[in-house]
């Protein structure tokens, strides 16, 4: 038997993120990185027994958009307002021939091709780098789109006051805020880290033209919500698996100014909290986040090294909200039984919950071939084991 709520899902997030203890942890889903493959969410629909036209939220990652109905049965605390593509952007999926194989291509607003095969629709990954072999002259002429165009966030506000004021939930934007992986996305993975050694001045200009980017972005898009949020989600991945994937220096001296500057920036603008998306093992990072102005972290890696749940909970919990760490994605999820994934749930919010300072996710989206049943075994132990009294 669960207990029963004593707060709304909003007083409830505010509260957490406070670093006050609510009525028990909120829970999330339906965000660009605490959400659901499209597979994983037809198997679910399917296991309860819901219907819904599935529309596809990020075709990147093929993520599902998560329908009310699927929300309100797993007790889903969150809902997002994002901003849109601009008039002038015409880019869409097109399909495409090569060496037999049909694909799916998608060219963002940057230029950056992400294809994904129609014999095997799982993600899209990038096929094309549009300066990957530009010059620094070149790079400074390349058409980059603006950031403040006002036709991106035509009908917005009206759709979070309708959120704010017709319903009881904390309200999250869509991710945003890619100071740097933008930046290898458009050159290339192994040539942005070359230049990192070889030619610091195409890292500084290109680092620099996507925060003016972003600083664009984020002066329009909370003059229309800022006053509305809860919660702004930006992110850049900077660890792997076992650490860094590049100098903790290199961070320091080239990429934290820009994302110190841009969270300040949006801080400057809206009283909502700064939640900041990086996988992999990225305890290094914490202080430097905390001291960018980052309120929390997502998605908390645990079952890698140094993300034991225990030990950042007492390391960092208290300047630090922890948004995800719910299960170990990898592991046990995909693989588990629903009474598995229930007894690991309940031993990850025990740690994570004391004082508050919580939010429970998946770590990451959950994937292609998770078990309906355990996606509902993972919301309904997070719902009874996350109660405060």
């Excluded at 990957?132 to 070149?138: H, T």
């Excluded at 230049?195 to 890292?203: A, K, Y």
């Excluded at 994937?245 to 400057?268: G, M, N, W």
Aim: with cysteine; hydrophobic share 40%.
């Amino acid at each position: 038997m669960t207990q029963r709520d004593t707060m709304t899902s909003r007083q409830r997030l505010q509260t957490a993120i406070r670093h006050e203890v609510p009525d028990r942890v909120p829970l999330d889903l339906g965000g660009f990185q605490t959400g659901i493959h499209r597979l994983a969410y037809l198997d679910l629909l399917k296991h309860l027994g819901i219907e819904d036209d599935v529309t596809i939220l990020d075709p990147v990652q093929q993520l599902a958009k998560p329908c009310e109905a699927v929300l309100e049965r797993l007790r889903i605390d969150t809902r997002y307002v994002v901003a849109h593509g601009p008039e002038s952007f015409t880019g869409g999926i097109e399909q495409n021939t090569r060496d037999g194989r049909l694909w799916h291509d998608l060219k963002d607003e940057f230029g950056v091709v992400w294809s994904m095969p129609d014999d095997e629709q799982l993600y899209m990954d990038i096929s094309h780098h549009p300066l990957a072999a530009a010059s620094i002259d070149e790079i400074r002429n390349y058409p980059f789109p603006r950031g403040d165009d006002p036709t991106r966030f035509t009908g917005v506000r009206e759709a979070a006051l309708r959120l704010r004021n017709e319903t009881p939930y904390a309200l999250c934007t869509g991710i945003g805020g890619v100071v740097y992986e933008t930046c290898w996305y458009m050159r290339g993975l192994e040539r942005w880290f070359m230049d990192t050694i070889e030619n610091l001045s195409v890292c500084e200009l290109l680092l620099d033209r996507m925060a003016e980017y972003w600083i664009g972005f984020y002066t329009a898009f909370m003059a229309e919500v800022g006053d509305l949020v809860d919660v702004v989600m930006i992110g850049d991945d900077l660890a792997g698996q076992r650490g860094p994937l590049f100098s903790p220096v290199t961070y320091r001296e080239l990429v934290k100014p820009r994302q110190k500057r841009l969270v300040q920036h949006i801080k400057s603008l809206t009283n909502a909290k700064i939640w900041y998306h990086t996988c992999g093992a990225c305890t290094v990072y914490i202080p430097e986040l905390a001291d960018n102005g980052v309120d929390i972290l997502n998605p908390v890696q645990i079952g890698i090294e140094d993300m034991e749940p225990q030990s950042l909970k007492a390391r960092f919990g208290k300047q630090m909200v922890f948004w995800g760490g719910g299960i170990d994605a990898q592991h046990v999820l995909p693989t588990a039984t629903p009474a598995e994934v229930r007894e690991h749930v309940r031993r990850n919010i025990s740690a994570f919950k004391p004082g508050g300072g919580y939010v429970f996710n998946n770590v990451h989206n959950i994937q292609a071939g998770v078990p309906a049943a355990n996606v509902v075994a993972l919301f309904d132990a997070a719902h009874e084991f996350g109660a405060y009294a």
